[in-house]
Nanobody, 117 residues
């Protein structure tokens, strides 16, 4: 059973930075893509960023130029570096991964990011 565990959330002031981590229980080589979604209170879950098995990345327009997704295959971990945080970035951030062979999607339990003055 694949497990994804997020960490790194917390309280930060506007303009600040945070780095989220998503540690997988097995090799991330078996994932065709990994990404981050977020869900703000009262809103639908939305895609933030995704990285493919080949290393290609894609971002939501709202975070382009501020957030960077990366992965460390040796550590089975995906990161989300968030800079220039805004109030509207406040949300629970979820890590997700699609298995290369089964096609199953896996989700972490989420980590809360609060941007507040």
């Amino acid at each position: 059973q694949v497990q994804l565990v997020e960490s790194g959330g917390g309280l930060v002031q506007p303009g600040g930075s945070l780095r989220l981590s998503c540690a997988a229980s097995g090799s991330i080589f078996y994932f065709v893509a990994m990404g981050w979604y977020r869900q703000a209170q009262g809103k639908e879950r939305e895609l933030v960023a995704v990285v493919s098995g080949g290393g290609g990345t894609n971002y939501a327009d709202s975070v382009k130029g501020r957030f960077t997704i990366s992965r460390d295959v040796a550590k089975n971990t995906v990161y989300l570096q968030m800079n220039s945080l805004k109030l509207e970035d406040t949300a629970v951030y979820f890590c997700t991964a699609k298995h290369r062979f089964s096609g199953m999607d896996y989700w972490g339990k989420g980590t809360l990011v609060t941007v507040s003055a």
